[in-house]
């Protein structure tokens, strides 16, 4: 790794950092904010829901109302969108304009030609993703805590949100893996935000789809949310080990593939 | 024999089915001022970015000081400076910020007096934005970061763009200094007179290939000569459709020039046969040297 390179990295990704924990924080904590009115309203709200459609409620989470009752269960339903699918979005938007913007900003013409090996480059890199994604994960995540802790009417398992945060840490590690790797696929440096983006997008798509769908379940397993269980209020939550190796296997088999196509990869400007 | 700095052989590049260098073979001595001179797309950048590990050759080897350019390429870049024909620039840094991040990579002790002498003199405002930079301040930013840690070898791809006249001059001076101190210059442009200006031997790419290696001086004092006469009467062209003779162009009324190249008194004895009224034969421009190779 290189220290100068991982540094300007790391300032260069600083303000957008900021702005993605700042915009989650305020989701999260304005969510969690409506958690003491949604217990007072309670009876409200299910007469309500009970006129929407099973499937548009599995769509947003809610497989049952008592669920959300508990404050783990709230947070864990309303907050998924915002935790797995916007912090997916940020680590696979900065994953995979990490290595590429070089090329296309035209800048990498002198990163290329300073004494630094290409592996060097990749790694200072990757260590930015993986940093940014863990700090995003880690405030976004205390941001929840204690909001829970400011609205709990009743003790919650931190053992269960610690999990959901470790799944979600992983599913965002696996999007940045699918950047990463995207990006070295791409020839003479075009970005691929937009496309990035619809990706992630696309799988939250086929992960509800198939919940909502019940001859669509299989499909499910294409989906990386499939494999990060959000079901945090089962007394038997805990870490799926074979889900713990899918995550950390496709990650790593990426970033291996990655660095290896890095490593040969004629880079224009 | 001490070994060249710059050792390419056999190299190529294809990018798919289409052709970037084809067999490219050159050695470069070490203090040479090397020009090396193509049209846009005869395969100058694809040899350099080969040169510096951007791109990977698909046949042959370079090596440079002796280390091969791929296994090699960190020790090699610590002794090399680069200025490309068409970088971009990290817009949110200012010009000593850029310096700066540029330097560090380097063991280089005392860089931000080198920043400063090398800014004052390209007159380099270091607080402004490199994002509010003009063409040509971004030219001299990028020459300036290629000289900072005082490379043994300097390869410049097209480094002029964007400079005007007195930046030139300023940089010609500074890279004769620099090669009087013992720095080797690769030069590669498409303007043949700043090559003359400047370089000592010249390699002509053509396509993906080489066609001529030459001392610049050699190449002008070789047969080739431009012919200027003027006859009586009006001649015909095609009189002059013979071995030697190429680019024949018509001039006012009863003159004409072509460039020749062949034993002079052959083509006298041909023109004595006719009445002139003038004969102008003079050395070719390195213009028409290079277009003579290339048309050929």
């Given at each position: 790794?290189?220290?100068?390179?991982?540094l300007?990295?790391?300032?260069?990704?600083?303000?957008?950092?900021?702005?993605?924990?700042?915009?989650?924080?305020?989701?999260?904590?304005?969510t969690?904010?409506?958690?003491?009115?949604?217990?007072?309203?309670?009876?409200?709200?299910?007469?309500?829901?009970?006129?929407?459609?099973?499937?548009?409620?599995?769509?947003k989470?809610?497989?049952?109302?008592?669920?959300?009752l508990?404050v783990?269960?709230?947070?864990?339903?309303?907050?998924?969108?915002?935790?797995?699918?916007?912090?997916?979005?940020?680590?696979?938007?900065?994953?995979?304009?990490?290595?590429?913007?070089?090329?296309?900003?035209?800048?990498?013409?002198?990163?290329?030609?300073?004494?630094?090996?290409?592996?060097?480059?990749?790694?200072?890199?990757?260590?930015v993703?993986?940093?940014?994604?863990?700090?995003?994960?880690?405030?976004?995540?205390?941001a929840?805590?204690?909001?829970?802790?400011?609205?709990?009417?009743?003790?919650?398992?931190?053992?269960?949100?610690?999990?959901?945060?470790l799944?979600?840490?992983?599913?965002?590690?696996?999007?940045?893996?699918?950047?990463?790797?995207?990006?070295?696929?791409?020839?003479?440096?075009?970005?691929?935000?937009?496309?990035?983006?619809?990706?992630?997008?696309?799988?939250?798509f086929?992960?509800?789809?198939?919940?909502?769908?019940?001859?669509?379940?299989?499909?499910?397993?294409?989906?990386?949310?499939?494999?990060?269980?959000?079901?945090?209020?089962?007394?038997?939550?805990?870490?799926?080990?074979?889900?713990?190796?899918?995550?950390?296997?496709?990650?790593?088999?990426?970033?291996?593939?990655?660095?290896?196509?890095?490593?040969?990869?004629?880079?224009?400007? | 024999?001490?070994?060249?700095?710059i050792?390419?052989?056999?190299?190529?590049?294809?990018?798919?089915?289409?052709?970037?260098?084809?067999?490219?073979?050159?050695?470069?001595?070490?203090?040479?001022?090397?020009?090396?001179?193509?049209?846009?797309?005869?395969?100058?950048?694809?040899?350099?970015?080969?040169?510096?590990?951007m791109?990977?050759?698909?046949?042959?080897k370079?090596?440079?000081?002796?280390?091969?350019?791929?296994r090699?390429?960190?020790?090699?870049?610590?002794q090399?400076?680069?200025?490309?024909?068409?970088a971009?620039?990290?817009?949110?840094?200012?010009?000593h910020?850029?310096?700066?991040?540029?330097?560090?990579?380097?063991?280089?002790?005392?860089?931000e007096?080198?920043i400063?002498?090398?800014?004052?003199?390209?007159?380099?405002?270091?607080?402004?934005?490199?994002?509010?930079l003009?063409?040509?301040?971004?030219?001299?930013?990028?020459?300036?970061?290629?000289?900072?840690?005082?490379?043994?070898?300097?390869?410049?791809d097209?480094?002029t763009?964007?400079?005007?006249?007195?930046?030139q001059?300023?940089?010609?001076?500074?890279?004769?200094?620099?090669?009087?101190?013992?720095?080797?210059?690769?030069?590669?442009s498409?303007?043949?007179?700043?090559?003359?200006?400047l370089?000592?031997?010249?390699?002509?790419?053509?396509?993906?290939?080489?066609?001529?290696?030459?001392?610049?001086?050699?190449?002008?004092?070789?047969?080739?000569?431009?012919?200027?006469?003027?006859?009586?009467?009006?001649?015909?062209?095609?009189?002059?459709?013979?071995?030697?003779?190429?680019?024949?162009?018509?001039?006012?009324?009863?003159s004409?020039?072509?460039?020749?190249?062949?034993?002079?008194?052959?083509?006298?004895?041909?023109?004595?046969?006719?009445?002139?009224?003038?004969?102008?034969?003079?050395?070719?421009?390195?213009?028409?040297?290079?277009?003579?190779?290339?048309?050929?």
């Amino acid at each position: 790794m290189n220290h100068n390179l991982f540094l300007k990295e790391m300032k260069r990704n600083a303000f957008s950092l900021m702005v993605w924990m700042t915009i989650i924080t305020l989701f999260i904590s304005g969510t969690m904010a409506l958690y003491s009115t949604f217990l007072e309203n309670q009876s409200k709200i299910l007469g309500m829901m009970s006129i929407i459609p099973k499937e548009a409620l599995q769509f947003k989470g809610i497989s049952n109302f008592d669920d959300m009752l508990s404050v783990l269960g709230f947070y864990s339903v309303n907050n998924v969108i915002y935790m797995m699918v916007l912090g997916s979005i940020f680590a696979i938007v900065l994953s995979s304009n990490i290595l590429l913007k070089e090329e296309y900003n035209k800048t990498a013409e002198y990163l290329l030609t300073r004494p630094i090996t290409r592996s060097e480059i990749f790694f200072s890199k990757l260590a930015v993703i993986f940093i940014n994604v863990f700090l995003l994960n880690f405030v976004t995540a205390l941001a929840g805590f204690i909001s829970m802790e400011l609205v709990k009417n009743g003790p919650f398992s931190i053992r269960a949100f610690l999990i959901l945060s470790l799944y979600t840490l992983l599913l965002n590690f696996l999007f940045g893996a699918v950047g990463l790797f995207m990006s070295t696929l791409v020839k003479r440096g075009k970005p691929i935000t937009t496309f990035s983006i619809g990706l992630v997008l696309i799988f939250y798509f086929i992960y509800t789809l198939s919940k909502i769908t019940a001859g669509a379940s299989r499909i499910g397993y294409l989906s990386p949310y499939r494999f990060a269980d959000t079901n945090a209020i089962n007394p038997a939550y805990s870490i799926d080990i074979w889900h713990l190796a899918y995550f950390i296997g496709i990650s790593l088999l990426l970033i291996g593939i990655s660095y290896r196509l890095y490593k040969r990869k004629d880079i224009y400007t | 024999m001490s070994t060249p700095i710059i050792e390419i052989t056999d190299l190529s590049k294809f990018y798919g089915k289409a052709r970037g260098i084809e067999h490219v073979n050159l050695e470069i001595e070490e203090g040479e001022i090397f020009g090396f001179i193509g049209p846009n797309g005869a395969g100058k950048s694809t040899t350099i970015r080969i040169l510096m590990n951007m791109i990977f050759p698909t046949g042959g080897k370079a090596k440079i000081m002796g280390m091969d350019v791929i296994r090699d390429t960190k020790k090699i870049k610590n002794q090399v400076g680069y200025i490309p024909s068409d970088a971009g620039a990290y817009s949110s840094m200012d010009v000593h910020e850029f310096l700066s991040y540029c330097i560090r990579f380097y063991q280089v002790k005392e860089g931000e007096q080198r920043i400063a002498e090398l800014s004052e003199m390209f007159e380099l405002d270091l607080k402004r934005k490199i994002a509010e930079l003009s063409m040509g301040n971004r030219k001299k930013v990028s020459i300036v970061q290629s000289l900072l840690h005082n490379p043994r070898l300097l390869i410049l791809d097209e480094p002029t763009t964007g400079l005007d006249p007195l930046m030139q001059s300023i940089f010609f001076e500074l890279l004769r200094s620099e090669n009087r101190k013992g720095m080797t210059i690769f030069f590669s442009s498409h303007i043949l007179s700043e090559v003359q200006m400047l370089c000592k031997r010249v390699a002509i790419i053509k396509e993906g290939k080489i066609i001529q290696l030459e001392d610049i001086e050699t190449l002008r004092k070789k047969q080739l000569k431009k012919i200027s006469v003027e006859f009586d009467a009006q001649v015909k062209k095609e009189m002059f459709s013979i071995p030697g003779i190429e680019r024949v162009l018509p001039g006012s009324e009863n003159s004409l020039s072509f460039m020749y190249s062949g034993n002079i008194n052959d083509i006298v004895s041909i023109l004595s046969g006719h009445n002139i009224i003038n004969l102008i034969i003079e050395e070719p421009s390195l213009d028409e040297i290079f277009m003579h190779y290339y048309k050929s």
